[in-house]
């Protein structure tokens, strides 16, 4: 069946020509279709979102870009989008949110060195998410060296490396073999909410040392964010002897600063039921992060704080795949 797909480019690794200074994204959507080529069963349109190296990528265009993929969806079967792997995961993680309620899927991709260069993984990565997309029923993905993981899961864990991302405390939900892509059942679909792509970037995150100050704590509130995502020790544990952590949580809570508390592991969940440590630190305003990334934890806690009046009780619930319940 003919499929209607669109390209979104952002710029990243995948779009960029060396310059005076380094690399810089300077390849447009259609010319980067153009060095790679399209399948012949697919229309694919191509539209430049912005080109940006992927660091320069924040809450704002996560906007532009939740917008102009969901005018694209109206017409389309599906959004690819070329994005640089620095910040992918949290681009990821933070569309998941945002395109909450969508029923046509959106994949995203780019690649370790650009498309001009001899050994590149950009077209062999572009080809991938081509094939997920076409064969993918709803949900937001990250699609890099044969991987498919779903966009809440997805945490880059190699700066050179082709097999640069990870699925974080979920399996992949699927991979792409000689016989294509092996996808998993498509994910729930929860209900659209009001304000979708309505985000508060105003969120800190703090990985602790022995040692942190509470007065750390205290400069969050002061410094105007109404966000918290705390790197915890092991299953959550934060320090109260000599600098009070768990009390200063509490009153930074009344302050109005709302705090998702995760793990420093990169695997397994947070759990604040087992050593005295932990047990008092969950509040109205303190939530556990279970076993997200700290990607997805950011992206979920600056989506909440879009409409805390409403979302605030969904931090305790997987929306997309980013917590195991």
């Given at each position: 069946m003919h499929k209607k797909f669109i390209l979104l480019a952002t710029g990243g690794t995948i779009a960029s020509v060396a310059g005076e200074n380094g690399l810089h994204p300077a390849i447009s959507a259609s010319e980067l279709l153009s060095?790679?080529?399209?399948?012949?069963?697919?229309?694919?349109?191509?539209?430049?979102?912005?080109?940006?190296?992927?660091?320069?990528?924040?809450?704002?265009?996560?906007?532009?870009?939740?917008?102009?993929?969901?005018?694209?969806?109206?017409?389309?079967?599906?959004?690819?989008?070329?994005?640089?792997?620095?910040?992918?995961?949290?681009?990821?993680?933070?569309?998941?949110?945002?395109?909450?309620?969508?029923t046509k899927p959106v994949v995203i991709t780019g690649s370790q060195l650009p498309i001009g260069h001899p050994l590149s993984d950009a077209t062999v990565n572009f080809l991938e998410a081509l094939s997920v997309l076409d064969h993918a029923e709803r949900g937001v993905y990250v699609v890099f060296h044969h991987k498919v993981i779903l966009g809440t899961r997805a945490v880059k864990i190699r700066t050179t490396g082709f097999d640069a991302f990870h699925s974080v405390n979920a399996p992949l939900f699927g991979h792409i073999d000689a016989e294509g892509p092996h996808l998993s059942p498509a994910p729930r679909i929860f209900p659209l909410p009001a304000r979708p792509d309505a985000i508060d970037s105003r969120v800190f995150l703090l990985k602790l040392i022995p040692g942190t100050s509470v007065e750390m704590l205290d400069w969050v509130a002061q410094a105007g964010y109404k966000g918290l995502v705390i790197e915890a020790f092991g299953l959550g544990g934060l320090h109260y002897i000599r600098r009070n952590l768990v009390d200063q949580l509490h009153a930074i809570a009344e302050k109005g600063v709302i705090t998702l508390v995760t793990t420093q592991c990169i695997y397994e969940k947070a759990n604040f039921s087992l050593y005295e440590v932990g047990r008092n630190v969950l509040s109205r305003q303190v939530f556990s992060a279970r076993d997200m990334t700290t990607e997805a934890a950011v992206a979920k806690l600056m989506w909440v704080l879009g409409d805390a009046e409403h979302r605030l009780p969904l931090l305790n619930h997987s929306l997309c795949g980013e917590m195991t319940e």
């Open positions: 060095r790679i080529g399209v399948p012949g069963d697919m229309e694919i349109v191509c539209r430049d979102v912005f080109a940006l190296d992927s660091s320069n990528i924040q809450p704002e265009e996560w906007q532009i870009l939740a917008q102009a993929v969901r005018a694209a969806l109206k017409e389309s079967d599906g959004v690819l989008i070329t994005h640089g792997t620095d910040t992918m995961a949290y681009t990821a993680a933070a569309l998941s949110f945002m395109l909450l309620g969508e």
